[in-house]
């Protein structure tokens, strides 16, 4: 079993910077990518950021220059800082941790509210 924790959500003003964490605890091994995805109300989950296991960073266009994803392997956490953040970045934001054998898994959510 794994268990996927995210914190660090909550309201901040617009240009305001948060920083999520998230920690993945379990039957850890083979882990081959490790990201953050959103989703805001009425649309679709997306892709905010992740880093693979072979060294490789991905980040959406929409957040490229504001957000930066880090993480320690051997404590299986990944962490978002996110600045500059606009009113369109409100969003519940989730973690995933996938696997080597494409078994994949979410935390529970973390609600980011950018307003004013």
């Known amino acids: 079993q794994v268990q996927v924790v995210e914190s660090g959500g909550g309201l901040v003003q617009p240009g305001g910077s948060l920083r999520l964490s998230c920690a993945a605890s379990g039957s850890i091994v083979n882990v081959y990518s490790m990201g953050w995805y959103r989703q805001a109300p009425g649309k679709q989950r997306e892709l905010v950021a992740r880093?693979?296991?072979?060294?490789?960073?991905n980040y959406a266009d929409s957040v490229k220059d504001r957000f930066t994803i880090s993480g320690d392997n051997a404590k299986n956490t990944v962490y978002l800082q996110m600045n500059s953040l606009k009113p369109e970045d409100t969003a519940v934001y989730y973690c995933?941790?996938?696997?080597?054998?494409?078994?994949?898994?979410w935390g529970q959510g973390t609600q980011v509210t950018v307003s004013s």
């Open positions: 880093f693979t296991s072979g060294g490789s960073t």
């Open positions: 995933r941790v996938m696997f080597a054998s494409s078994k994949i898994y």
